[in-house]
Antibody
Framework: EVQLVESGGGLVQPGGSLRLSCADSAFTIKNYWMSWVRQAPGKGLEWVANINEDGSEKYYVDSVKGRLTIYRDNAMDSLYLQMNSLTAEDTAVYYC??????????WGQGTLVTVSS | QAVVTQEPSLTVSPGGTVTLTCGSSTGAVTSGHYPYWFQQKPGQAPRTLIYDTSNKDSWTPARFSGSLLGAKAALTLSGAQPEDEADYYCLLSYGAAVVFGGGTKLTVL
């Protein structure tokens, strides 16, 4: 059953901004760490950022620090990724992931972000 | 940040056995890295195959197993089936940060 649904992807110009959203139809987001993982066309998976259950801890891959911001709204059962100063290297499918330490990762179906003029 | 290494590609015969490995640039992979293995088929999202070194997700076929092998995490497929042809990614945890390996393209031929 589909639980995580990403939205907000699309075409954006270099230097532009975009906000991705991830909705949890299981309404359990507050109990889990959440993460964004991306996959550039024809490439492998790259972890982007994660956030703990109450949003007090956030971690990022070096290449996105200062440009991408992960945050969550547990009351809305939603995860977000604010993406600023985008470059062509940010072009990828972005997946939302829900997990607990040493437990199964549950993945969304992904949303495509294309950075191009 | 650490670099996680995997074989870029492997080939296995139908019914055969193959082992994929996952190494870390920081040293030996241990249970403290909580090794994961994900399977991804073309056009699909990844899905968890193995978590926490050797635990299987509810859908994981019995022919897949995870372990620590020497200084690496390992995914062994015993009795390969055509539907096992896919990309396989390992993931290691370094505290709260995580790193994916580059992936192994497994061909069943």
């Amino acid at each position: 059953e589909v639980q995580l649904v990403e939205s907000g992807g699309g075409l954006v110009q270099p230097g532009g901004s975009l906000r991705l959203s991830c909705a949890d139809s299981a309404f359990t987001i507050k109990n889990y760490w959440m993460s964004w993982v991306r996959q550039a066309p024809g490439k492998g998976l790259e972890w982007v950022a994660n956030i703990n259950e109450d949003g007090s801890e956030k971690y990022y891959v070096d290449s996105v620090k200062g440009r991408l911001t992960i945050y969550r709204d547990n009351a809305m059962d939603s995860l977000y990724l604010q993406m600023n100063s985008l470059t062509a290297e940010d072009t990828a499918v972005y997946y939302c992931v829900k997990y607990a330490t040493a437990m199964v990762w549950s993945w969304g179906q992904g949303t495509l972000v294309t950075v191009s003029s | 940040q650490a670099v996680v290494t995997q074989e870029p590609s492997l080939t296995v015969s139908p019914g055969g056995t193959v082992t994929l490995t996952c190494g870390s640039s920081t040293g030996a992979v241990t249970s403290g890295h909580y090794p994961y293995w994900f399977q991804q088929k073309p056009g699909q999202a990844p899905r968890t195959l193995i978590y926490d070194t050797s635990n299987k997700d509810s859908w994981t076929p019995a022919r897949f197993s995870g372990s620590l092998l020497g200084a690496k995490a390992a995914l062994t497929l015993s009795g390969a089936q055509p539907e096992d042809e896919a990309d396989y990614y390992c993931l290691l945890s370094y505290g709260a940060a995580v790193v994916f390996g580059g992936g192994t393209k497994l061909t069943v031929l």
